[in-house]
């Protein structure tokens, strides 16, 4: 029994916690990831925005996993699955690791409605890279705003663009207002970060749209108190160096181009490719229809979980790509392996909605548990505790803590670094802003 | 009188002491600096080693100077100086600073003995993204040789050689050994982590020259004791891809090549070139040869302090190029231009030497105090004291005591982070790594 393999391709929250669950299984694990850690995705919009280190929400995967004697960890990204043979393919074929079961966890980047061209000029926030990025380019347009003597060219570095009204989009907008406002004024000399505008764009009819109607429109009087400027039904048609231009879908709504240095990609996401090389159905965004037991239909073998896959939850409504679906359905697809391995029938994977929560900022948040909602300083209270407590790893989430009653009481941001060679040079042109590391 | 201008180019030690002494003069200071970051320097070897994250040891410029409404901080690269004219000229023309003084302290670079070819082989620890690369390529080298299938090159991706025997390659040594032998062989699987060989180059007769001899030995024997094969008596003449060659030139030291895939430089450095357009005599590091007063000959309006410059001390002894020096040196700076607009004699630099300490290991360091010299566990927590003490701004300094305690008493590293782009890619040849950020 014991050579039974049980490859997982990503480290994600899905793939972690389905390795997690079969530590005491008598089965080999492999987990491959493309980096070497862990992120705490929720809190990614906070490395984007200096409140939090790169690694306050990251961990090795090999230190996650230290004590699991049965699993190995494998630094490398998996460019092929040869579904015939049962391997996958590390690496351009450095590598290649069979596998009786297959986990496929491997996530989602965010997506461009096919307008890959806007990238460079909009990054977005899925990976810690993606987070310094972002970090690197709202920072550097203060100090390019600086140094401007051009005052259409300083409003234009001064004004933020964030597309897509979902969680992240609200978050980014809410946290980057409030810095400007805050944090920032009394280290410049020449220009008043305080006058910063930051423009939240969603196509939709409000912001938020999983949740109920009255928490989106609390979130947006929100944010409109935070100085953010929400303008709801504008669909994006152009984003390039000099702004982004959108159409007016909304009544009333008038199409504009807005002359912004700096803008944010928040909005639609698209599975990685290698749900598509299994041969099963996906959905519009790549991702695999899998079946109520997580598995590929026709491959038993292969579960697809978190991001990368899809799946209906009640009346119509789909399971949500949010962390506590992705660690549930870990959980669910390394049950259904060691329950084929004891000769059970799998189980159908139900998911049990613990609830949605968004923070707009300090004291503001929005919570919806489906039989009540909560707004206000109880709910930003909530999410704090929350996301504390899942925090993975007892040191970070001191550090955390630290980091957070700092902020809280000083109202200053702890992590104001530009580091990337690239983007010191003053002038450079956004698209080649080469953010890594951390 | 408040239209005198004093130009500080430079936000390190030197440079920011000169600042902050200039708070309530009636002059308009500006600070100009390649990146927006303050860094302190004799923290980076654990930023190198994941003990800390960047941010732990940093903290925008701007934010330690934004009380200071006489001053005012410029992001940019000082790319020449005008001394005719009396101004300086930022990134390339892009902009200009006036000055009536000048305070140059730009500091320096490792230098690689007229080899900069071996620069992209053996990187150096200056900056912070010179730590980010030393940390990647650390945490690579375990992760390459869990997955190399050939011995030979396993042993020589576990093999790291530090050159160079000062302050800086004795932590950097003693650290590495450490944590390839305490926090890291629990992850690892196919390879064994404790084995891996951490060599200490140093030209000299001894280690950490500037330490009474004593203490050199007892340096040594402590790093030998923490696993470190401590080669004194060698000189590097070849740095590339598989290794280091080096002569004996000790007495009965055999000349060698030792295959490793990673090198640390930690030997000698070289003064940036802007002191070189003063038209001032330098020294063979191209330094400044400034006078007693710290002022370049000829030129009373320019100070030159820091890494940049040097003086005698006593008997044929230099003032050393280390952080509290640095910091004396801009103290003095600052007053004697404060003496000079008030028309009075300006004062010869006098360096108090508050003594040299060395960290090898847990409870192992060394500290020189003139009239008395400390090992041992006393001289570590003089050390660990002395450098939380002095480690600008609260935040960082609860911070950093938090991730020492838990190192302290778990032998874990916080940031085992790999982040760059390059990087991820394992078999990517070491020049090529482009890391950045964090």
């Known amino acids: 029994m014991s050579s039974t393999r049980v490859v997982i391709v990503g ?9 997690k669950r079969l530590r005491y299984a008598p089965v080999e694990v492999v987990v491959i990831d493309r980096t070497n850690h862990f992120v705490f995705q929720p809190l990614l919009y906070q490395v984007a925005t200096g409140g939090l280190a790169p690694s306050d929400i990251s961990v090795p995967i090999r230190w996650l996993l ?24 590390i690496d351009d074929g450095s590598a290649t690791e069979p596998y009786d079961f297959l986990i496929l966890a491997a996530g989602a980047r965010h997506a461009y409605f096919a307008h890959s061209e806007w990238e460079p000029y909009a990054p977005g926030l899925k990976t810690l890279e993606d987070a310094l990025t972002v970090r690197e380019r709202f920072l550097m347009a203060f100090e390019e705003a600086e140094r401007a003597d051009d005052e259409a060219r300083r409003a234009a570095l001064q004004t933020f663009v964030i597309v897509g009204g979902g969680p992240t989009g609200v978050e980014l907008a809410g946290m980057m207002s409030t810095i400007a406002r805050t944090a920032l004024p009394r280290d410049f000399r020449r220009t008043d970060p305080s006058k910063a505008r930051v423009i939240l764009l969603e196509a939709g ?23 953010v400027d929400v303008r709801l039904g ?13 159409e007016g879908v909304g009544q009333g709504v008038p199409s504009e181009f807005v002359p912004a240095r700096s803008v944010f990609w928040a909005a639609g996401n698209k ?9 099963a159905p996906t959905d519009r965004a790549g ?3 899998v079946a109520l037991d997580l598995s590929v239909p026709g491959h038993p073998e292969i579960f697809v979980i978190g991001d990368l896959a899809t799946l209906p939850y009640r009346e119509g409504r789909r399971v949500p790509w949010v962390a506590p679906a992705a660690m549930q359905q870990g959980r669910w697809a390394a049950m259904n392996v060691l329950r084929t391995l004891g000769r059970l029938p799998r189980r159908p994977f139900r998911y049990v909605n613990k609830g949605d929560l968004a923070t707009i900022g300090r004291h503001r948040a929005v919570a919806d548990f489906g039989s ?62 080469d953010v890594t590391t951390t």
Chains 1, 2 share one sequence.
């Open 66 to 89: 230290r004590r699991q004697r049965n699993t190995r960890v494998v630094l490398g990204e998996v460019t092929r699955i040869d579904v015939a043979q049962r391997t996958v393919e």
């Open 287 to 289: 991702r695999v229809e």
């Open 234 to 246: 504008t669909v994006v048609t152009a984003v390039g160096e000099d702004g982004v231009r959108y």
């Open 205 to 227: 009819p409000r912001l938020l749209p999983a949740m109920p109607e009255d928490l989106s429109e609390r979130a947006r009087q929100d944010l409109v108190e935070l100085g």
């Open 372 to 433: 009540f909602t909560v707004s206000g300083w109880i709910a930003w209270w909530l999410w704090l505790t929350i996301h504390i407590f899942y925090l993975a790893g007892f040191r970070n989430r001191l550090s955390v803590m630290l980091q957070w009653a700092w902020s809280y009481f000083t109202y200053q941001r702890g992590v104001r670094l530009i580091v990337s060679e690239q983007g010191r040079k003053v002038g450079a042109p956004h698209g080649q802003h």
């Open 271 to 279: 599975a990685l490719s290698l749900g598509a090389q299994l041969g």
């Open 11 to 19: 480290g994600g929250f899905a793939g972690i916690e389905a390795a």
